[in-house]
Nanobody
Framework: QVRLVESGGGLVQAGGSLNVSCVAS?????MGWFRQAPGKEREFVAR????????EYSDSVKGRFTISRYNAKNTAYLQMNSLKPEDTAAYYC???????????WGQGTQVTVPS
């Protein structure tokens, strides 16, 4: 069973940057990030395919967030720039271990951008 451990997050002023990371205990097919703001449903943020590094972003973060990976450490990163108050949410790392189904989730890390 693959496990995910997240780190990073915190509080940053609007326009600032944060980096969150996620370490997987084993190999995966995709790793990605989702977020959930209070009172809202969880939404997709970004994903990366482990084999070829292909990436996908939600429209709301495209051009501001960058997902990357470090293969040797089974680690995915989400660099968040130009943060906005609407980016405030709990950010969850997820993995699709063998297919395209997100079947493993991290514990979540809070990102807060005060308005």
């Amino acid at each position: 069973q693959v496990r995910l451990v997240e780190s990073g997050g915190g509080l940053v002023q609007a326009g600032g940057s944060l980096n969150v990371s996620c370490v997987a205990s084993g190999s995966t097919n995709f790793m990605g990030w989702f977020r959930q703001a209070p009172g809202k449903e969880r939404e997709f943020v970004a994903r990366i395919r482990w084999t070829d590094g292909s990436k996908e972003y939600s429209d709301s973060v495209k051009g501001r967030f960058t997902i990357s990976r470090y293969n040797a450490k089974n680690t995915a990163y989400l660099q968040m720039n130009s943060l906005k108050p609407e980016d405030t949410a709990a950010y969850y790392c997820a993995a699709a271990v063998h297919s395209i189904v997100w079947n493993v989730w991290g514990q979540g890390t809070q990102v807060t951008v005060p308005s």
